[in-house]
């Protein structure tokens, strides 16, 4: 035992992530069923905004991944405290039978990493899904490719849970085994692709309202593609031996699910934060000085990482200064520090527009972004049930940006949106492609 009283500390930690998971574990399910069992008339799965699809099957991921660490966590809470071995690989050897203590780390890291890729998914997923509702809204044009959307989003999830083996090509698995998770990681790069994809193809020829939301989605495709880029080099075995445990893997995964899925947090949150409070807006030029300073001291930060792991720094220590080759990318590593302090920094700017913005936001309109989604046709006013009287029928999907008839008349005249609550006009013809 490292620090007296340290395996105390693993036990309890052990025991807080067992009640974590259950309890996100019924959040998942609650998510789950209220999108299968609550959805309001009309709103068919083909129907269903891409946002919710999103968090509908990060919940499915949830439910699948969770249990595997639970029971890890379970099975190592008995093997320290209650005398069981289910981490021993061998019980007997030449018919002694083994001090019961100890255990293979490599069984374990099975069942962490089991869950620990799906994760990433839960925390990219969501962040994704928010890009596809902020960026169709404010290109004005209907998301590309919305059922490859859809359908990318399954493969990931289910690509997600037969890849895991990827964080263990040095533990001491079998190589072969490893080649094959190569194989199942390398396939997550085609719905990746379809996904980056359908985003440019969506900007394409957009009437772009390029507010703090849409640059914060813009932001995330960026990352999402210069981070995948990398993980491509990581998902393949032979690559990943030469960089594992440096740098590279720390830029990678930070582009690729860190930045992304914080870019992704933000769009929303400067998108719906009118919804979230009475209508009040956050500060536009903020919300500039924000997502430019952040995305410049993003890449100011994890660009160099890729090169200074190229060069072998290893993660996770908190000095080299054992290891004076490395004496010549000190520079680097202060250059990275300071945009990072200057990042930092910018999300005060954050933070405080957003208080701000609670008490003090100007009152914009009602659909402050001339969005189809249902929530902007509630008062802004909160109120029980949402909605003063019946909640609405669905009648299209959520994508009806500019959408125009034959003579190219727009279906409303002088509006270039038609939420999801109108119905279908005569010679209309319905889109979900
Ligand atoms: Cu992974």
């Not at 300073?293 to 080299?320: D, E, K, L, S």
């Not at 949106?417 to 013809?429: K, R």
């Amino acid at each position: 035992m490292a620090q007296p009283g340290s395996g105390a500390g693993m036990t309890l930690w052990l025991v807080s992530m067992a009640i974590f998971i259950a309890s996100s574990l019924l959040g998942s399910l609650n998510y789950i069923v209220t999108v299968i069992n609550l959805r309001t008339k009309g709103m068919s799965m083909t129907r269903l905004p891409l946002t919710i699809w999103a968090f509908f099957v990060t919940a499915i991921i949830g439910v699948i991944s969770f249990p595997v660490l639970l029971s890890a966590a379970l099975l190592l809470i008995m093997d320290r405290s209650f005398g069981t071995s289910f981490f021993l690989s061998d019980i007997f050897i030449q018919g002694e039978v083994l001090h019961y203590q100890g255990g293979s780390p490599v069984l374990y890291e099975h069942l962490f990493w089991f869950l620990g890729h799906p994760e990433v998914y839960i925390v990219l997923l969501p962040a994704l899904g928010i890009t596809s509702e902020v960026m169709s809204t404010n290109a004005r044009k209907p998301i590309f490719g919305y059922r490859a959307m859809v359908a990318s989003i399954l493969a990931i999830a289910f690509l997600s849970t037969i890849v895991w083996g990827h964080h263990m090509f040095i533990s001491g698995m079998n190589p072969f085994l490893g080649s094959v998770f190569t194989f199942t990681t390398l396939l997550i790069a085609i719905p990746s692709a379809v996904k980056a994809f359908n985003y440019i193809t969506t900007l394409w020829k957009g009437n772009l309202q390029l507010n703090p939301g849409m640059l914060f989605s813009i932001g995330l495709v960026s990352t999402f593609i210069t981070g995948g880029l990398t993980g491509i080099i990581l998902g393949d075995s032979t690559l990943d031996i030469n960089v594992h445990d440096t740098y590279f893997v720390v830029a990678h995964f930070h582009l690729v699910m860190g930045i992304s899925a914080l870019y992704g947090l933000f769009a929303g949150v400067y998108h719906w934060f009118p919804k979230m409070f009475q209508g009040r807006m956050m500060n536009k030029n903020l919300g500039y000085v924000h997502f430019w300073i952040t995305a410049i001291c993003a890449y100011g930060v994890f660009f160099p990482m890729h090169f200074v792991g190229m060069a072998g720094v290893p993660r996770r220590y908190y000095q080299n200064t054992a290891f004076p080759m490395f004496d010549e990318l000190t520079n680097v590593q202060i250059l990275m520090t300071v945009f990072a302090l200057i990042a930092a920094a910018a999300q005060l700017v954050f933070v405080y527009n957003f208080i701000y913005s609670i008490f003090y936001g100007k009152r914009g309109p009602q659909n402050p972004w001339k969005s189809n989604t249902l929530e902007w046709t509630t008062p802004q006013e909160h109120m029980h049930g949402n909605w003063p009287g019946k909640i609405p029928e669905v009648h299209r999907w959520a994508y009806d940006y500019s959408k125009t008839y034959e003579n190219g008349e727009y279906i409303i005249p002088g509006q270039d949106f038609v939420p999801q609550n109108i119905p279908l006009q005569e010679n209309e013809e319905e889109l979900n492609h």
